[in-house]
């Protein structure tokens, strides 16, 4: 099937910056779009960005003008990346990458990446 790896995280602090990538590995039959997700320590999941195949973006209203998620066209990653700008403490928390693949019929997660920010 599918196997995702986020990489990237770390702790940094306050205004700074941090790129994660998430690598696609095994058999990506049709895969339209990828999201990124972040869990905060004691709340739920929620929705950061998205990348389609067509490179259209989507954003959470949180990182809108902070977060920029591609395509990771850098070698035979196959992936996608967020680049995040302007840390702040809310934004603390485990960053996970996720897609659909429609022929599959299965929603694939990585096992997610750190993500600290500290004041």
């Known amino acids: 099937q599918v196997q995702l790896v986020e990489s990237g995280g770390g702790t940094v602090q306050v205004g700074g910056s941090l790129l994660l990538s998430c690598e696609v590995s095994?058999?990506?039959?049709?895969?339209?779009?990828m999201s990124w997700y972040r869990q905060p320590p004691g709340k739920q999941r929620e929705l950061v960005a998205t990348?389609?195949?067509?490179?259209?973006?989507?954003?959470a209203d949180f990182a809108k003008g902070r977060f920029t998620v591609a395509k990771d066209v850098d070698g035979d990653k196959n992936g996608i990346v967020l680049q995040m700008t302007g840390l702040r403490s809310e934004d603390t928390g485990v960053y996970y990458c996720?897609?659909?693949?429609?022929?599959?019929?299965?929603?694939?997660w990585g096992q997610g990446t750190q993500v600290t920010v500290s004041s």
């Open positions: 095994g058999t990506v039959l049709d895969m339209p779009a």
């Open positions: 990348v389609d195949r067509d490179d259209a973006t989507t954003y």
């Open positions: 996720n897609g659909h693949d429609r022929q599959w019929a299965e929603t694939f």
